[in-house]
């Protein structure tokens, strides 16, 4: 199997997008800016999709849905909300096509089916969620309201780039409901640090966990924390967001509670999110020339077992060795396939499952089975070893782990190292084009020059962290007083 990936070295972007279509992860679609997701990538998705669920219950919230529309009056209820998406917005005008008189075969809309209000197709779910939350807080008793949703969202995006940015995403979005400002900060920092895990302890992606700035906020409100990682061309891509809303989305849709002494109060709120962007992420975080490389608590295959064989005598008794492994990794809930096909050859499948980042693979030949022995391949290293056949279970179950965590301590290792810290803008634009990564970096807290910054070199303030230290010093740009320094990078 011929994977002809362009190098990383040579154009890290058109990298990116080979792989993830030769590595059956996902393809452009015939809708413009939206993806299919191939059963492979969305196999991923689902990995990551049920351990956040997991995660998300155990800290006390419930699944809920809620509509694809909503009505542009209650769209536009929070303004800064209706502003920050007004420009990638998707609305539906009409109910109903009918036949074009002058064009046989083709369809029109119906201009008498006109929708009395226009719709926008959900590019997030405040509007029409805190509308209802209308209906279900009455009292103390109904709060905290901790719900999180499953769904697909629409931003009209002029460029896109698979799983990066399309114009229809997945995603989930929580949305909770608090009686002080106290615990809505709260959750609101619990959440970052749900993701922070899951990123860290699933992906095997190191995060920087942060503020964002008064310019880089979410519309609406008040606080945005975020974990920002680092791709291995040295831009940053920001894997999760936790908003605390204030009572911006409360007072909007008038959704108040009798407190304990029966005083009508707005309650606080908060919104939080993950995408499929997340499946960028993996990719450029892990994988190689050779194709993707996946850690084993994300790999929808942990193992794979090719047979090598020429005569169906040979392929019966590996089959039967092959089977006997299968039943112990599956007791020990380890992902295993066995590629038993007869109509590719032993190179072709190595080559494809290589593609595909599997981790583990396991290959037996009838000298295998004389010296009962199994060769066993890494996927992050690219190495191999012969390994004897007692032990061989538990072995694999040790290495996925190890697997796991080295690639963990790789994506740290590079993330450290491309952390910069500088004094002056010129500094500041010698990293930026030489070295790329994390700048940390004094700013004088205005978004003028932070706009500026911006406009000069396309680098953007991803976070200010969370574990900065007090510091005094001069803005790189500006040269007035600064109290701590920022990170800055060229982002996704």
């Not at 926008?120 to 209308?134: D, F, G, M, N």
């Not at 999760?240 to 009572?247: A, E, I, N």
């Not at 295959?301 to 599956?330: C, G, H, M, Y």
Request: glycine share 6%; with cysteine; hydrophobic share 40%.
């Amino acid at each position: 199997m011929s994977k002809d990936l362009t190098k990383r070295a040579y154009d890290y972007s058109k990298w990116y997008n080979e792989l993830v279509v030769k590595a059956d992860l996902a393809e452009n679609s015939g809708v413009r800016g939206c993806m299919v997701i191939k059963p492979y990538g969305y196999a991923i998705w689902e990995k990551m999709q049920a351990e956040l669920d997991r995660m998300f219950k155990e800290t006390g919230h419930s699944n809920a849905y809620f509509p694809l529309f909503v009505p542009k009056s209650m769209f536009e209820a929070e303004e800064k909300n209706a502003e920050g998406f007004a420009k990638e917005c998707a609305i539906v005008t009409h109910y109903r096509l009918k036949n074009d008189p002058d064009k046989p075969g083709k369809l029109m809309v119906d201009p008498n089916a006109k929708l009395e209000e226009e719709l926008i197709v959900r590019p997030t779910s405040e509007a029409i969620i805190w509308s209802t939350y209308k209906n279900w807080v009455q009292s103390y008793r109904d709060l905290p309201l901790l719900i999180n949703q499953w769904a697909n969202v629409v931003r009209w995006e002029m460029r896109t780039r698979l799983f990066l940015r399309t114009a229809e995403f997945l995603w989930q979005e929580g949305h909770t409901a608090h009686a002080t400002k106290t615990e809505a900060i709260e959750e609101s920092e619990k959440m970052m640090h749900v993701y922070a895990d899951f990123a860290e302890n699933f992906m095997a992606i190191p995060v920087i966990k942060g503020l964002k700035t008064e310019t880089e906020r979410f519309a609406g409100a008040e606080e945005t924390y975020c974990i920002e990682a680092l791709m291995q061309d040295g831009k940053a891509l920001q894997a999760g967001t936790s908003h605390f809303l204030g009572q911006n989305f409360a007072k909007a849709f008038d959704v108040k509670f009798a407190n304990q002494e029966g005083k009508q109060e707005h309650v606080w709120g908060t919104s939080w999110g993950v995408s499929t962007r997340l499946m960028g992420a993996l990719v450029m975080t892990h994988s190689d020339d050779n194709g993707l490389v996946l850690p084993p608590n994300l790999a929808p295959i942990q193992v794979v077992i090719v047979p090598i064989f020429k005569t169906d005598e040979e392929f019966d008794a590996i089959s039967i060795v092959a089977n006997d492994l299968i039943t112990q990794f599956k007791k020990l809930n380890i992902s295993v396939k066995f590629d038993n096909r007869t109509t590719q050859k032993p190179g072709f499948k190595f080559a494809e499952w290589e593609l595909k980042g599997v981790p583990l693979r396991i290959a037996i030949g009838p000298k295998d089975l004389e010296n009962g022995t199994f060769e066993i391949a890494r996927r992050d290293t690219l190495s191999k070893e012969v390994k004897v056949k007692e032990g061989i279970v538990i072995y694999i179950s040790e290495l996925l782990e190890q697997i796991q965590n080295d690639l963990f301590n790789r994506a740290l290792e590079f993330r450290n190292t491309h952390v910069t810290e500088v004094n002056t803008f010129q500094e500041f634009k010698d990293v930026l084009e030489n070295k790329t990564g994390f700048i940390s970096a004094h700013w004088d807290g205005t978004s003028e020059t932070e706009e500026k910054i911006k406009d000069l070199t396309k680098a953007t303030i991803r976070c200010i962290p969370l574990n900065r230290v007090a510091e005094e010093g001069k803005c790189i740009f500006s040269e007035a007083k600064s109290t701590g320094r920022v990170l800055f990078a060229k982002a996704y």
